[in-house]
């Protein structure tokens, strides 16, 4: 299926021009990027957030994934102890107060911040999603991401692992977890 993008901004070019903003916007995303989308929780104790979305034909399903560090929220001593730790601080029950792990979580490293990774099966409207629950620390701070997408939980996880090593992101989540 090709996309009417380049149809859409030469009409409204032809109109009498765009902003270079909206001819951004409009941009349709490159083979396996990720789009960034506004933060969609409420606000909490914590300050939001970034989300980011792959659509179905770069991830192999549509894929959702939020980031956002928890400052002075790790244990010093021990960062991310165990699965109970990422079940209670991960965020997936913004996404899902329906949660369930599928497994026991796996040791994960995250732009040179150790922590443990988890998938659940989230229950949503429309039916049940994948989820993935990440936390990671450094010194006494989180950083967590959680996702939810179609597809099995390996699929989503290897595609948000994927998506967490890129150098953009890594630079944000080491500038982020020093306060910058």
Not at 27 to 48: K, S
Not at 81 to 95: G, H, L, P, S
Not at 117 to 127: T, V
Request: a negative charge; aromatic letters at 8%.
């Amino acid at each position: 299926m090709t996309r009417p993008w380049p149809a859409i901004a030469a009409m409204f070019l032809g109109l009498g021009g765009v902003s270079a903003v909206t001819g951004y916007e409009m941009a349709p995303p490159r083979a396996g990027e990720w789009q960034e989308i506004a933060w969609p929780f409420p606000r909490d104790g914590w300050p939001a957030g970034r989300a980011f979305r792959c659509h179905a034909v770069d991830c192999g399903g549509a894929i959702q994934v939020y980031v956002r560090p928890k400052l002075g929220f790790c244990n010093c001593d021990s960062g991310v102890a165990d699965d109970d730790e990422v079940d209670r601080v991960a965020d997936i029950d913004m996404i899902s107060p329906r949660f369930t792990p599928l497994k026991t979580g796996d040791e994960v490293r995250v732009a040179e911040l150790r922590g443990r990774i988890r998938a659940y099966e989230i229950d949503m409207p429309g039916g049940e999603r994948a989820a993935i629950g990440i936390a990671v620390s450094h010194r006494c701070d989180l950083l967590v991401a959680a996702a939810q997408g179609e597809g099995d939980a390996a699929q989503v996880q290897r595609a948000v692992l994927a998506f967490l090593a890129m150098p953009k992101i890594k630079t944000w989540m080491a500038a982020t977890m020093e306060g910058r």
